[in-house]
């Protein structure tokens, strides 16, 4: 698990909260943090951290078949989608190949239906470990 600084910006009854990560030296390289828009999370809050409090979080790595369903799978939907379209071309005698019409259909249905999977799953990636005092500290 990697370790990163956040900022809590809410806490909820159920022990988690909404922290926000702070740009550290692990970013070097990343492009998420200069889009302009913070990383906003939930993470678990079993120390009962307040809002406004600067903790150390642990986030969770991306387990490895991620990949897979990133990367091979969409292709794989796509070359499928292709020989369906062909195949249903010749089914119906029509003399337009439709393959790249059924790929682009099967593609757009997995896609959709991950989205649809990640917003059901929304998993809690986080859990706050400690408040980080060092930083408070540097304010005063």
């Not at 550290?24 to 913070?38: F, L, Q």
């Not at 990133?70 to 796509?78: E, G, H, M, N």
């Amino acid at each position: 698990m990697k370790r990163e600084f956040a900022l809590v910006l809410e806490t909820y009854n159920n022990n988690i909260a909404k922290v926000e990560l702070q740009r550290g030296s692990s970013c070097d390289g990343c492009t998420i943090c200069s889009r302009g828009k913070p990383i906003v999370l939930r993470a678990f809050n079993k120390i009962n951290a307040n809002k406004g409090d600067s903790v150390v979080i642990e986030v969770e790595e991306l387990k490895r078949g991620t990949n897979f369903f990133v990367y091979v799978i969409p292709l794989i939907c796509l070359i499928a989608g292709y020989f369906i379209g062909e195949l249903v071309s010749k089914l119906i005698n029509i003399s337009h190949n439709l393959g790249p019409i059924f790929s682009f259909i099967v593609f757009f249905i997995y896609v959709i239906w991950g989205i649809q999977k990640l917003k059901k799953d929304n998993k809690i990636i986080a859990n706050i470990i400690c408040k980080n005092d060092v930083i408070k500290d540097n304010k005063e």
